[in-house]
């Protein structure tokens, strides 16, 4: 059965997305690399947990049932039952009963490690009124997702009314509620697995109205002539491309091509060919990868010993002092 006959009542939305290629060049890359999940059970309106800062990971919080209050940069986020906020670059911030409530260091919580990747919090179980929230950490390895990232705002906030999918995304809520709710077989991978959907769908309601932000690469993207042009670039590294290659690929003279897509992404085509080349390397290197001629001439190099001097340059070490240091952000391709 196809996912459009299973969801019938929001075919016509699917669809009209699935048919973007858009939307599908920038969220061909968006895949969530799962750092941590936790449910807090939370009574009343008098908690409060202080979380800490954690460097190259985004941080999404789901509210299943109840209401809180997330703040954040100075600023009070009211969420309730199905709302959902995502923190594109995780900074320190509170979530709390209410707004007079006094938040807490969360390692001060008595906080139950289910496992490796998941936790679990309850305070106040007395109290009839009760808030359950899921939290999860993640990280966007894939250098294209990480730009998109990088160029979020701070926050987006989802409400339960603002889902893409409408009626198809509260079944998601009520089923990662009833799973936190139990203690059922395999209930960890299904509760942060349906996490992840609705944290893509907030990522989804961002690009749908980016056009009031001032992303450059979402905006180049959507632009008919430079987001095929980078389509090339990203699904084909390998090619030998060159300005008036990827402007007849395009039907765009050689000069008219370099300036628009300048304009448009505030990089040259050849910076951003190579910075995109070298985050890819960098990413495979990261998973083990070796790097020998076939390798290097899979991103468009003749040479290794070329290959190796340009990825010291871009990202700032060789190669094997990259594969051993701890994971670090990559080089933005626009910066």
Request: hydrophobic share 40%; proline share 2%; aromatic share 8%.
């Amino acid at each position: 059965m196809s996912i459009c006959a299973f969801y019938n009542a929001d075919c016509t939305k699917l669809s009209l997305l699935m048919n973007s290629h858009n939307y599908n060049e920038i969220l061909h890359y968006l895949k969530l690399d799962s750092v941590f999940y936790s449910r807090s059970t939370l009574g009343g309106d008098r908690w409060g947990i202080e979380l800490p800062v954690l460097e190259n990971t985004s941080m999404f919080h789901i509210v299943t049932s109840g209401s809180c209050v997330v703040d954040i940069n100075g600023k009070h986020y009211h969420l309730r039952t199905g709302d959902l906020v995502f923190i594109s670059r995780n900074c320190g911030h509170s979530i709390k009963g209410s707004e007079e409530a006094i938040a807490i260091d969360l390692f001060s919580h008595p906080i139950k490690q289910v496992s490796n990747c998941y936790e679990t919090l309850e305070l106040n179980e007395e109290d009839k009124d009760q808030t359950t929230i899921l939290c999860g950490i993640v990280r966007v390895s894939h250098p294209a997702g990480a730009m998109l990232i990088n160029e979020m705002p701070d926050i987006i906030i989802m409400r339960q009314d603002e889902h893409m999918f409408g009626s198809m995304m509260n079944e998601v809520v009520r089923l990662i509620a009833r799973e936190a709710a139990g203690d059922f077989i395999g209930g960890e991978t299904v509760i942060t697995r349906l996490s992840d959907v609705l944290a893509i769908q907030a990522i989804r309601n961002w690009i749908d109205s980016s056009d009031s932000f001032q992303s450059k690469w979402i905006k180049a993207i959507k632009d008919e002539k430079i987001g095929k042009a980078l389509s090339f670039i990203h699904n084909n590294p390998g090619v030998i491309w060159t300005i008036e290659s990827l402007g007849k690929e395009v039907g765009m003279s050689r000069t008219s091509f370099s300036n628009k897509f300048t304009a448009i992404v505030g990089d040259s085509v050849l910076n951003y060919l190579t910075n995109w080349r070298m985050n890819l390397a960098a990413m495979r290197v990261r998973e083990g990868e070796s790097v020998d001629l076939d390798f290097v001439e899979s991103l468009g190099y003749k040479s290794e010993s070329a290959f190796r001097r340009t990825f010291k340059k871009i990202i700032g070490m060789n190669i094997s002092e990259y594969r051993n240091q701890k994971e670090e952000p990559l080089p933005g391709l626009l910066d």
